[in-house]
């Protein structure tokens, strides 16, 4: 049964915490799917190892990449490129097995057009969720800080609509828990296994 | 945050063991839904207690219910109708408590279309899966046995396809285990959970 595999892109508003999640995700057991390293045009920072935090590239071949369309998404940031590469997601889940993007929302808005069977899957702060308990106990914010927050609030929410799952991080161990049981099922939704058992069928018929 | 609950819904084709996945459901660890009892017109075996293992009424009554849409969903098997009370369910939702129920395919192809936002589970025999395996040591069955087991299949995958999941029962505890993720990866479901996110800000707006 060869099946393509499943995409999962974990996604969020920027300083929620997705790579802590993601590095968690790939440590907490052996997992059955392979993360896709993304690449970058930023300079390596002392420790980073090419090919395992990123992709490390010039601006000149990541810009020969887009021009190829080998990249699966992409976006500019302070002058510096960040991408998903397309052709291993693709071989990855041409083989069955499912593949795994930790990514900026923009990219991951990139990703539901082209891949709109994935598992889209967006991680909130917990101060959205606190926000009910923040207001009640007003007083201890001021108007500035709480209107503020409330237009936050508002632009998480709007992104949140564009996605399957929203997972709170309140507690990084909780939010891979979360992500695992959406990812076990997810891979027992009907349209994911139907063919599996049709192709049984088709295989036998005489 | 008293939303409505959700309205999860396993069935399968008869002989599946539903009721043995039920029974190990109810026992397995406090649960956060109501299980919805059955209504029937058949009589009461020894050990069964009116209220826990069904509701048992009469003829009569049961068709007094039908007159008035007190049923959400029934069937009559046997000369027997079983059924589904609404009241319980629309009740127990409105409280914001998930409601489970476990029905013949019938039934849930009726609740399916006045509650399309409920979680339909279908629950496939492990032979299904095994199907694949018989027909490669072929030999072992005769040729109208395995001409029976393919029409058999068959029809359990179109019934399939109006599900969201499905659940192998090739053990109980596996199978339990199963529908507990996909309940609570249901519940991080974007549709479910935005009007909560929405609710909070809205409740604040000056």
Redesign the interface.
Known sequence: MANRGMLIVLSGPSGVGKGTVRQAMLKDKPQDFKYSVSMTTRKMRPGEVDGVDYFFRTKAEFESEIANDGMLEFAKYVDNYYGTPLKYVNDTLAQGVDVFLEIEVNGAMQVREKCPDGVFI?LTPPD?MA??DR?VKRGTDDEAT?AKR?NK??EE?KM??N?????VNDKVDLAVK?IE??I???H???PR??DN??K??G???K
């Open positions: 967006f959205l926000l009910r207001i709480i409330l609030a508002r929410i949140m609509q996605y399957d799952y929203a997972v979360r049981k959406i076990e099922s997810e027992l939704r009907v296994v139907i058992y049709k049984m069928i295989a036998v018929k």
